[in-house]
């Protein structure tokens, strides 16, 4: 049965397919997770110049987003639509992210910023000419309901077992504790060589997936038949297509989780070695443990989605998630925690972190396939097949938000006044309150209005399984004309 049908892709298939999320685990990581630290605690630029520098660096790139998506979506060559930007993109991104993270040893402080800007620029274009045509993969390499939730669980789940596995070994190896860094977070060389083995993980990610896929080229879908394109019709085209009702809800949906995201990532580093005064060894051992969630995800959200469906998945594990994430820093603010340093207080958070990231992660998982049925909904309605502007718009907002998770996390700071070299200890408990109060209730807003947006996505398996015979009734008629 060709790739693209009812049919199941192979699991070497599912394997190549999600390998290409660890390109994306890494860069995620790095610079959601450690990039704003890294600059602002380490090399000793502003946080808020850093937050400033990677929003400006968003907005930007978000803009090359419908621009690739379109162009894949139409572009024509004997390596199929999406293939060639996968390849042309490989390189230039490894050498990129290599650089941001070894910046010139003439340049210190806030004279890093047009550096950081540039850099981050560069990284986030050249990922969005890989990104979003490798995402698009997913809705062609199979149009079977279950089978969706399945590749795209597979992406995840490399994805967050890549960015996992350069976290721990920056965590773990890199930034080793000394007398006079007894954290081990202010290691300059362990952080630059850290951007050496990222860029080399990020390289062979992406040439995996790119040669592991390239056999199905000649049964993915064909691009739509050429036409003259003016600038009107092009982005005619694409307020069509993501003028999609379900499209819409996942859209805004995905603002607000990714807008989570950003402050939860940005915090990340704040709250475990400031809020919890966890050492890197703790808290690599934290990361380690979230392996046992990629694997409890990768196996819960195919369940949920073939039992529940993916809409009612989504909503209840992700109701279930999101209030149980902000718990334990809410209860060390009033008080009800054991004491910072004791094995009790380590014991518990990292009990609560792999139950919940895991349902996280599950949550993600059912949103990605999620996405690709739209593609057929759409095409119903518009005659065309967009998997690149879909993908390409959901990775849009995605920057957008992460962005401004970022500048909130950068308020949170300010109001905390958590300021540049505060090291574990140093914070007085009364600001540590304000850091723990403000990154629970904005991530609990946050998060309730994501699953609040989902509710309006309108494709069920009935829907999608009409959507699809519809199509094949049209193609019939077609080919009988």
């Given at each position: 049965m060709a790739i693209g049908s009812h049919g199941k892709p192979s699991y070497l298939t599912r394997i190549a397919f999600g390998v290409g999320g660890v390109a994306d685990g890494v860069k995620n990581n790095g610079f959601d997770?450690?990039?704003?630290?890294?600059?602002?605690?380490?090399?000793?630029?502003?946080?808020?110049?850093?937050?400033?520098?990677?929003?400006?660096?968003?907005?930007?790139?978000?803009?090359?987003?419908?621009?690739?998506?379109?162009?894949?979506?139409?572009?024509?060559?004997?390596?199929?639509?999406?293939?060639?930007?996968?390849?042309?993109?490989?390189?230039?991104?490894?050498?990129?992210?290599?650089?941001?993270?070894?910046?010139?040893?003439?340049?210190?402080?806030?004279?890093?910023?047009?550096?950081?800007?540039?850099?981050?620029?560069?990284?986030?274009?050249?990922f969005t000419m890989y990104e979003v045509p490798q995402n698009a993969l997913a809705a062609e390499l199979t149009s079977d309901y279950d089978a969706r939730t399945s590749l795209m669980s597979f992406r995840y789940f490399f994805a967050w077992v890549g960015g996992l596995s350069i976290q721990i070994a920056l965590l773990a190896l890199l930034l080793r504790p000394t007398e006079a860094d007894p954290s081990g977070f202010f290691n300059k060389d362990g952080w630059q060589t850290y951007g050496l083995w990222a860029s080399i993980v990020i390289f062979l990610a992406v040439f995996a997936t790119t040669a592991g896929t390239h056999s199905h080229i000649p049964h993915l879908k064909p691009p739509p038949p050429q036409r003259k394109l003016t600038l009107g019709t092009i982005f005619r085209e694409i307020l069509e297509t993501v003028s999609n009702p379900s499209f819409r809800a996942l859209f805004l949906a995905t603002l607000f989780g990714l807008l989570a995201t950003g402050i939860s990532a940005s915090l990340n580093q704040y709250i475990n070695g400031l809020f919890w005064e966890f050492t890197t060894d703790q808290t690599a051992l934290l990361t380690v443990a979230v392996y046992i969630s990629a694997v409890i995800a990768l196996i819960v959200a195919p369940i949920v989605g073939k039992t529940l469906g993916k809409k009612r998945g989504a909503i209840i594990i992700g109701v279930l998630a999101f209030t149980i994430a902000p718990a334990p820093v809410l209860a060390r603010v009033l008080g009800l925690m054991p004491p910072n340093g004791t094995d009790a207080l380590f014991n518990i958070v990292i009990s609560v972190?792999?139950?919940?990231?895991?349902?996280?992660?599950?949550?993600?998982?059912?949103?990605?396939?999620?996405?690709?049925?739209?593609?057929?909904?759409?095409?119903?309605?518009?005659?065309?097949?967009?998997e690149g502007i879909f993908f390409a718009g959901i990775s849009f907002i995605r920057k957008l938000a992460q962005g401004s998770g970022v500048m909130l996390a950068a308020i949170v700071l300010s109001v905390a006044s958590i300021a540049p070299g505060m090291r574990p200890g140093m914070v007085p408990e009364a600001q540590l309150k304000v850091l723990g109060l403000g990154y629970a209730a904005s991530l609990l807003t946050i998060w309730m209005l994501m699953i609040f947006c989902v509710s309006f996505y309108r494709i069920s398996r009935e829907g999608h399984e009409a959507n699809l015979r519809a199509l094949s009734e049209r193609e019939q008629r077609l080919a009988g004309d």
């Open positions: 997770y450690f990039l704003l630290f890294y600059y602002s605690q380490v090399l000793g630029v502003s946080a808020s110049l850093v937050a400033a520098a990677l929003f400006i660096a968003l907005v930007v790139d978000a803009v090359s987003d419908p621009v690739v998506g379109y162009w894949s979506d139409n572009f024509r060559t004997r390596l199929g639509r999406r293939h060639p930007f996968m390849y042309a993109s490989m390189v230039p991104v490894a050498i990129a992210y290599y650089f941001a993270w070894n910046p010139p040893a003439g340049l210190t402080g806030n004279d890093l910023f047009l550096w950081l800007v540039v850099l981050t620029i560069c990284v986030r274009i050249l972190t792999i139950f919940d990231l895991a349902l996280i992660i599950a949550t993600q998982m059912l949103m990605g396939s999620m996405i690709a049925d739209i593609v057929e909904d759409s095409e119903l309605e518009t005659g065309r097949r967009s």
